[in-house]
Protein backbone atom coordinates (compact mmCIF):
# COMPACT_ATOMS: atom_id res chain seq x y z
CA UNK A 1 0.00 0.00 0.00
CA UNK A 2 1.12 3.14 -0.75
CA UNK A 3 1.76 6.34 1.07
CA UNK A 4 -0.55 8.90 0.12
CA UNK A 5 -3.59 5.63 1.01
CA UNK A 6 -2.00 4.89 4.19
CA UNK A 7 -2.15 8.63 4.72
CA UNK A 8 -6.08 8.80 3.03
CA UNK A 9 -6.81 6.07 5.49
CA UNK A 10 -5.53 7.11 8.86
CA UNK A 11 -7.22 10.91 8.25
CA UNK A 12 -10.40 8.51 7.88
CA UNK A 13 -9.85 6.54 10.66
CA UNK A 14 -9.18 9.72 13.00
CA UNK A 15 -12.28 11.52 11.69
CA UNK A 16 -14.58 8.04 12.60
CA UNK A 17 -13.21 7.99 16.00
CA UNK A 18 -13.83 12.17 16.43
CA UNK A 19 -17.46 11.98 15.37
CA UNK A 20 -17.94 8.29 17.90
CA UNK A 21 -15.96 10.64 20.49
CA UNK A 22 -18.17 14.18 19.98
CA UNK A 23 -22.06 11.62 19.55
CA UNK A 24 -20.80 10.05 23.08
CA UNK A 25 -19.90 13.09 24.95
CA UNK A 26 -22.96 14.77 23.65
CA UNK A 27 -25.46 12.08 24.08
CA UNK A 28 -24.15 10.99 27.40
CA UNK A 29 -24.37 14.72 28.66
CA UNK A 30 -27.84 15.19 27.53
CA UNK A 31 -30.42 16.95 30.33
CA UNK A 32 -27.28 17.22 32.91
CA UNK A 33 -26.42 20.81 32.33
CA UNK A 34 -29.44 22.21 33.85
CA UNK A 35 -29.18 20.14 37.53
CA UNK A 36 -32.45 19.43 37.21
CA UNK A 37 -34.54 15.77 37.13
CA UNK A 38 -36.29 14.51 34.30
CA UNK A 39 -38.20 16.37 32.64
CA UNK A 40 -42.01 16.45 34.22
CA UNK A 41 -43.79 17.11 30.98
CA UNK A 42 -43.12 14.97 27.90
CA UNK A 43 -45.90 16.89 25.98
CA UNK A 44 -49.10 18.03 25.89
CA UNK A 45 -49.68 18.62 29.34
CA UNK A 46 -50.06 15.73 30.93
CA UNK A 47 -48.07 15.91 34.31
CA UNK A 48 -45.59 13.48 34.80
CA UNK A 49 -43.78 11.83 37.76
CA UNK A 50 -40.69 9.88 38.44
CA UNK A 51 -41.12 6.11 39.19
CA UNK A 52 -40.69 5.93 43.14
CA UNK A 53 -42.29 9.25 43.57
CA UNK A 54 -45.40 8.17 41.30
CA UNK A 55 -46.18 5.01 42.64
CA UNK A 56 -46.21 7.13 46.35
CA UNK A 57 -47.95 9.28 45.04
CA UNK A 58 -50.63 6.73 43.87
CA UNK A 59 -50.95 4.70 46.91
CA UNK A 60 -51.85 7.86 48.59
CA UNK A 61 -54.39 9.28 46.61
CA UNK A 62 -55.61 5.53 45.77
CA UNK A 63 -55.27 5.90 42.00
CA UNK A 64 -54.38 3.85 38.97
CA UNK A 65 -50.82 4.49 37.57
CA UNK A 66 -50.02 4.92 33.92
CA UNK A 67 -47.04 4.01 33.35
CA UNK A 68 -44.52 5.04 30.10
CA UNK A 69 -41.69 3.33 29.09
CA UNK A 70 -39.72 5.69 26.14
CA UNK A 71 -36.45 7.09 24.67
CA UNK A 72 -35.57 10.11 22.98
CA UNK A 73 -34.77 8.19 19.78
CA UNK A 74 -37.90 6.09 19.30
CA UNK A 75 -40.13 7.20 16.54
CA UNK A 76 -43.46 5.76 17.98
CA UNK A 77 -42.59 7.35 21.26
CA UNK A 78 -42.07 10.53 19.52
CA UNK A 79 -45.63 10.18 17.56
CA UNK A 80 -47.15 9.29 20.60
CA UNK A 81 -46.08 12.56 22.56
CA UNK A 82 -46.87 14.89 19.55
CA UNK A 83 -50.48 12.99 18.82
CA UNK A 84 -51.99 10.71 21.57
CA UNK A 85 -50.79 12.67 24.08
CA UNK A 86 -51.95 15.59 22.91
CA UNK A 87 -55.90 15.20 22.55
CA UNK A 88 -57.36 17.06 25.09
CA UNK A 89 -59.37 13.98 26.26
CA UNK A 90 -56.21 12.15 27.01
CA UNK A 91 -54.58 14.62 28.95
CA UNK A 92 -57.72 15.48 31.45
CA UNK A 93 -58.67 12.18 32.02
CA UNK A 94 -54.70 11.26 32.96
CA UNK A 95 -54.46 14.36 35.07
CA UNK A 96 -58.11 13.40 36.80
CA UNK A 97 -57.73 10.15 37.22
CA UNK A 98 -54.11 8.58 37.11
CA UNK A 99 -50.62 9.10 38.27
CA UNK A 100 -48.62 9.22 34.94
CA UNK A 101 -45.27 8.01 35.82
CA UNK A 102 -42.65 8.91 32.45
CA UNK A 103 -39.44 6.11 32.60
CA UNK A 104 -36.96 7.08 29.95
CA UNK A 105 -35.16 3.46 29.61
CA UNK A 106 -32.03 4.84 28.84
CA UNK A 107 -31.38 6.47 32.11
CA UNK A 108 -32.89 3.92 33.53
CA UNK A 109 -32.16 0.65 32.20
CA UNK A 110 -32.32 -1.50 35.69
CA UNK A 111 -36.36 -0.43 35.77
CA UNK A 112 -37.08 -0.49 32.28
CA UNK A 113 -35.66 -4.22 32.38
CA UNK A 114 -37.68 -4.72 35.81
CA UNK A 115 -40.73 -4.43 34.11
CA UNK A 116 -39.43 -6.50 30.72
CA UNK A 117 -39.33 -3.80 28.25
CA UNK A 118 -38.68 -5.60 25.00
CA UNK A 119 -40.02 -2.48 22.55
CA UNK A 120 -40.83 0.91 22.70
CA UNK A 121 -43.13 2.93 23.54
CA UNK A 122 -44.48 0.82 26.01
CA UNK A 123 -47.99 1.64 28.65
CA UNK A 124 -48.35 -0.59 31.62
CA UNK A 125 -51.33 0.50 33.82
CA UNK A 126 -50.78 0.07 37.49
CA UNK A 127 -53.70 -0.25 40.40
CA UNK A 128 -52.58 2.08 43.26
CA UNK A 129 -51.03 -0.43 45.08
CA UNK A 130 -48.66 -0.78 41.39
CA UNK A 131 -49.73 -4.21 40.69
CA UNK A 132 -49.93 -4.50 36.73
CA UNK A 133 -53.53 -4.45 35.34
CA UNK A 134 -52.27 -4.57 31.62
CA UNK A 135 -50.04 -3.44 29.01
CA UNK A 136 -49.96 -1.32 25.66
CA UNK A 137 -46.95 -2.28 23.43
CA UNK A 138 -46.05 0.29 20.72
CA UNK A 139 -47.96 3.21 19.33
CA UNK A 140 -51.62 3.60 19.69
CA UNK A 141 -53.95 6.34 18.19
CA UNK A 142 -55.60 8.91 21.06
CA UNK A 143 -59.10 6.60 20.39
CA UNK A 144 -57.12 3.23 20.96
CA UNK A 145 -55.72 4.73 24.11
CA UNK A 146 -58.95 6.81 25.26
CA UNK A 147 -60.59 3.03 25.30
CA UNK A 148 -58.08 1.24 27.25
CA UNK A 149 -57.73 4.07 29.85
CA UNK A 150 -61.60 3.98 30.03
CA UNK A 151 -61.53 -0.24 30.29
CA UNK A 152 -58.89 0.85 33.46
CA UNK A 153 -61.44 3.07 34.97
CA UNK A 154 -64.32 0.75 34.76
CA UNK A 155 -62.21 -2.39 35.98
CA UNK A 156 -62.32 -3.97 32.41
CA UNK A 157 -58.50 -6.13 32.13
CA UNK A 158 -56.53 -4.64 29.02
CA UNK A 159 -54.11 -6.66 27.17
Known amino acids: MNMRKKNFLLVVLVCHILAAAAYYFVDGQRGKFSGQKENTEISGG ?3 NEYSQGLELAADQQKPVFLY ?66 TIPGFVDSRTLMESIEKVLTGSKTQ
Open 69 to 134: FHAHWCTYCQKLQQTSFTHSGVIDTLNENFVSVSVDVDRDHKLAANWNVRGLPMIVFLKPDGSKIG
Open 46 to 48: IKW
